[in-house]
């Protein structure tokens, strides 16, 4: 039987929502035979399926592997629709440099992070793990980042994100910055001035939504007043 | 009031294992690399030196008198062991560099380690012996066990692995096995050094996996250890760092007698798990220990004790992961304080219900693989 157009679509993110890679693969070559257009079967089809997985990334129904599993079959399908798409304008996206700490490897939650900020539309700028200080500053100014993300799971390299922050301002260049990681609260991303802190993947979207739209730090970080009254006391009160 | 004399912490940790009535409850923070800063070492130059990693031991916990001596550099040491190879920066634990099972035919490579030889076993069974000997009649000894999904992990490079639940379940099953029984023959080294082992998971946190992956790849080898070390007639003791409300359960399922836990309220562990568990925990490592000061962990301490004093099964004061490295040693003075003030048995419930509780924000460690 000949799939539609509508049914391809939900097909593609099917294939995603299920981690299927080949079937992801295989109705991306079919789109294009039908004639869908490519932009579409990625944003109505296989994107549409990574938001889903998002979702339930956030209600815990799909931990780590699910996602990356996820993502795998998503690029899969978006390899094979790339070569029928005309080349982006490159001034439409918001541009995101993304890396983590000098000193630390560790590099999954920055991965997953990339994985859902690419899926909403940024134009990613992937610096890897142990990226120097001056790297995440030069890289931010060359492309005129419109955000630069720090990950670290260390506590040893955490202080490093307000070094990146403070030669950042230095350097005249005003990205904004949202940190995360394992060790990272709130209250350490206002104490070094940060614009934002996401606790995981799945929140990073909206904070970095939120971030360029200029929703302050504190609305985007604390959800309720009062446990940022109670941080700040706890931390000495100093603002 | 009706009070025991002081015990030493080796009387107490032994007392309590019996079931037996003590002075107070254990205080036992994660000093782990921690403890090169007793001798004012360079993290590397303890990990890398069975020597220096016993004295530095020896000299934190004289300084201390904390509850219980861990040995640890970090959760892939069995894995470095076993063939993956490690960075290991001047003053920060050690990292894995590459993985030992690149393809699928580096599979038939893997051996059961020889902890006299292989890695940097005989570092850690060195410092272990001489802790062991300086202070084992004061002190349990407790070397720290990547346990078999952890080691498996750092086997196989951590995000190749966690795919590989989906995609090839064989593997990983075949790699657990192996790492498995590495980890038995580690705990068979440990216990005859005269020392306790305990194990490590933090690759399998509820932040990681779900608790269906949990169950069918994780728990069965848990079980496998803990069976092991129980035959030994030692505790079995499991950490397991991040979140960890969605796989509590299967933890506690696991035969270990103490879970040593990280980002879960005290409370809803107590609910979930406490009449099969001791638990043990979590004072916050980042905002409490390295960020923190006196003051604020104290407050900590105090609001941990407060909620799990009387867990059924037991509780044991201590950070929910490792005391980071450049944690100031008046922080460290303050926590054993705090804990030696508020664990007093009996507890004063009126000291814990004095002040106001405050409401701390707790960091979410996605897992802890340092």
């Known amino acids: ?239 | 009031m009706n009070r025991i004399a002081e015990m030493t912490p080796k009387e107490r940790f032994g007392a309590f294992l019996q079931g037996k009535e003590i002075d107070r409850l254990l205080v036992s923070p994660l000093i782990l690399n921690y403890a090169s800063r007793s001798l004012d070492l360079k993290v590397r130059e303890f990990c890398t030196n069975g020597k220096n990693m016993g004295e530095a031991n020896i000299a934190c916990f004289k300084k201390y008198r904390h509850d219980v001596v861990y040995i640890f550099s970090t959760t892939s040491t069995l894995a470095e062991a076993m063939g993956t190879r490690m960075h290991f920066p001047e003053d920060d634990s050690p990292q894995v560099e590459t993985p030992f099972i690149q393809t699928k035919e580096d599979m038939k490579k893997l051996r059961i380690v020889n902890p006299d030889k292989d890695g940097r076993l005989p570092v850690y069974l060195e410092a272990a012996k001489r802790c062991v000997d300086a202070i084992g009649d004061e002190v349990f000894i407790v070397p720290v066990i990547g346990a078999p999904f952890t080691t498996a992990a750092a086997l196989r490079g951590t995000d190749t692995f966690i795919r590989e639940l989906y995609t090839d379940p064989e593997l990983v099953h075949t790699l657990m096995r192996a790492t498995t029984d590495s980890v038995k023959a580690l705990i068979d080294a440990y216990v005859k050094a005269g020392t306790c082992p305990v194990t490590v998971e933090p690759i399998a946190t509820g932040s990681m996996i779900s608790e269906k992956h949990f169950r069918e790849f994780v728990l069965p080898y848990l079980k496998e250890v803990y069976a092991h070390i129980h035959s030994y007639g030692l505790p079995g003791v499991l950490h397991i760092c991040g979140k960890v409300k969605r796989v509590i359960k299967a933890m506690a399922e696991s035969g270990a007698d103490v879970l040593s836990i990280d980002d879960i309220d005290l409370l809803d562990a107590k609910e979930l798990v406490g009449d099969k568990v001791c638990l043990m925990g979590n004072i916050s490592p980042a905002d409490g220990m390295f960020k923190g000061n006196p003051a604020i962990i104290r407050e900590m301490v105090k609001d941990c004790v407060a909620k799990a004093y009387d867990n059924p099964k037991g509780y044991i004061v201590a950070t929910g992961c490792e005391v980071p490295i450049n944690t100031p040693h008046e922080n460290m003075v303050a926590f054993l304080e705090a804990g030696r003030e508020f664990a007093r048995l009996p507890i004063d419930t009126k000291k814990l219900e004095t002040e106001v509780k405050p409401h701390f924000h707790r960091t979410t460690s996605e897992a802890c693989v340092h």
């Open chain 1, 1 to 239: 039987m000949e799939l539609d157009r509508s049914t391809i679509l939900n097909a593609l993110a099917k294939a995603v929502i299920e981690m299927d890679t080949d079937a992801a693969r295989k109705l991306a070559g079919e789109a294009i035979r039908l004639g869908v257009d490519p932009y579409m079967a990625i944003m109505d089809g296989l994107a549409k399926g990574m938001d889903k997985v998002n979702e339930l990334y956030e209600e815990e129904e799909y931990f780590v592997p699910e996602l990356l599993v996820c993502a795998d079959a998503m690029y899969a399908g978006i390899e094979v629709l790339r070569a029928h798409m005309p080349k982006e304008d490159p001034h439409t996206r918001k541009k995101i440099v993304i890396g983590v700490m000098k000193g630390d490897t560790h590099d999954i939650g920055k991965n997953l992070v990339k994985i859902m900020l690419d899926n909403a539309g940024f134009e990613m700028h992937d610096m890897g793990r142990d990226v120097s200080y001056a790297k995440f500053v030069d890289t931010a100014g060359e492309i005129k980042a419109d955000v630069v993300c720090l990950s670290t799971l260390m506590t040893t390299t955490m202080d490093g994100m307000q070094v990146v922050i403070e030669d950042l301002k230095k350097a005249g260049i005003n990205s904004k910055v949202l940190i995360g990681g394992g060790p990272i609260s709130p209250s350490f991303a206002k104490n070094i001035g940060a614009d934002g802190y996401a606790k995981n993947a799945a929140e990073a979207v909206k904070v970095v939504k939120g971030v360029l739209q200029g929703i302050s730090l504190n609305s985007v970080l604390f959800k309720d007043k009062r446990e940022l009254v109670s941080i700040e006391r706890n931390i000495g009160g100093k603002r």
